[in-house]
């Protein structure tokens, strides 16, 4: 009796070390397989960070082959708006500033709420008080509208600008035809204008002579008479 007993006990220990081999076996391959995923990882990792040392260091070369570089511009111009400050990096492709051509004719943009879009149209010409020369002592220039857009601004496009956002607005853009006046004890001569100049704007809709005007008084009133 003991000894089937004794044989009994060692035939579970038996099992029980095979479960625990089989177990250790399939953990083992796990590993392994976590191990060769960790290794491929690493290995894309290590090429990734290869190629970003190699951009930057051909970087490097070309910057310090060069010395001074010449910007030209197509044409005379003067500088309109400067996107960079000096001694900073440029990436490539990136517009370093933008141009206004000498001699070439001004552009307006004007938002005007939809309340007041009814009369607007294309050649009407526009009265603008720039503040920063007071229609008193520099005079008005003239425009003359080109373009009128067809829908309202986007909400955004409003936002970024400044504009209330309880009322809509459109886009309309006006040449400069005339510019105020600087006046000299020698001479008068036009302003140069700078972008984001402030201005009011007064659209001519409609031109009567003075007796067409007083005219129309009279005629207003004999029908209240």
């Given amino acids: 009796m003991s000894l089937v007993l004794k044989r009994a006990d060692a035939r579970k220990e038996q099992l029980r070390i095979e479960s625990e081999l089989v177990s250790l076996t399939n953990d083992m391959r796990e590993t392994s397989i976590e191990l060769k995923q960790l290794d491929a990882e690493f290995n894309t990792e290590r090429l990734l960070i290869q190629t970003q ?6 970087d490097l070369r070309e910057l310090s082959s060069v010395s001074d570089v010449g910007v030209f511009a197509p044409q005379d111009a003067f500088v309109g708006d ?5 001694s900073e990096f440029v990436p490539k492709g990136e517009p370093l500033l933008s141009l206004l051509p000498e001699g070439g004719k001004y552009q307006i ?3 005007i709420p939809s309340r007041s879009m ?3 149209r294309e050649g ?17 220039a003239m425009a003359k509208v080109f373009s009128v857009a067809k829908a309202t601004l986007p909400f955004q496009k409003s936002k970024e600008l400044g504009l209330s956002a309880s009322e809509l607005v459109y886009s309309v853009k006006a ?5 105020p006046l600087v006046r000299t004890a020698q001479r008068e001569m036009h302003v140069e204008l700078v972008p984001d100049l402030t201005v009011t704007a007064r659209i001519i809709l409609q031109e009567n002579s003075v007796f067409s005007w007083m005219q129309n008084q009279l005629n207003a009133q004999r029908d209240i008479l």
């Fill in 124 to 140: 009407q010409e526009i009265k603008l008080s720039f503040d920063a020369y007071p229609p008193e002592s520099h005079g008005v």
């Fill in 118 to 120: 009814g009369s607007v």
């Fill in 109 to 111: 943009e004007l938002f």
């Fill in 53 to 58: 040392i190699n951009e930057q260091e051909q």
């Fill in 82 to 86: 400067l996107y960079i400050a000096m």
């Fill in 175 to 179: 040449e400069i035809e005339s510019l």
